[in-house]
């Protein structure tokens, strides 16, 4: 599977952005997709992960903030962003973990279980 992540850009606070991830290959739903971020010296950390069977879960900092979705139709996962905060600035990137089996959450979290990373897209939040 390769991803294609998209629609990063400028927006002010408050304001809302709709992230994309693009997979061709495999279908979406035969594995787990994770977003994480990356601001400017900071490591990599996770946002948000729909599993195979379309749980999610979301990071503390963005929850209830942020949505992520499947779309099996058009085989993408979109991260739907609201309420942006000038802290959400960062390079966004898209992951699949292709594992068979169950994985944990605490696993799910982890950027070395996702073998397979978009090229990212950047968000950019003004105050």
């Known amino acids: 599977v390769q991803l294609q992540a998209s629609g990063g850009g400028l927006v002010q606070a408050g304001g809302s952005l709709r992230l994309s991830c693009a997979a061709s290959g495999r279908t979406g739903s035969s594995y787990n997709t994770g977003w994480f971020r990356q601001a400017p010296g900071k490591e990599r950390e996770f946002v948000a992960v729909?599993?195979?069977?379309?749980?999610?879960s979301y990071a503390d900092s963005v929850k209830g903030r942020f949505t992520i979705s499947r779309d099996n139709a058009k085989n993408t996962v979109d991260l739907l962003l609201n309420s942006l905060k000038p802290e959400d600035t960062a390079v966004y990137y898209c992951a699949a973990d292709q594992f068979a089996g169950l994985r944990s959450w605490f696993q799910l979290l982890q950027p070395n279980t996702y073998g397979v990373w978009g090229q990212g897209t950047q968000v950019t939040v003004s105050s």
């Open positions: 729909i599993r195979r069977n379309s749980a999610t």
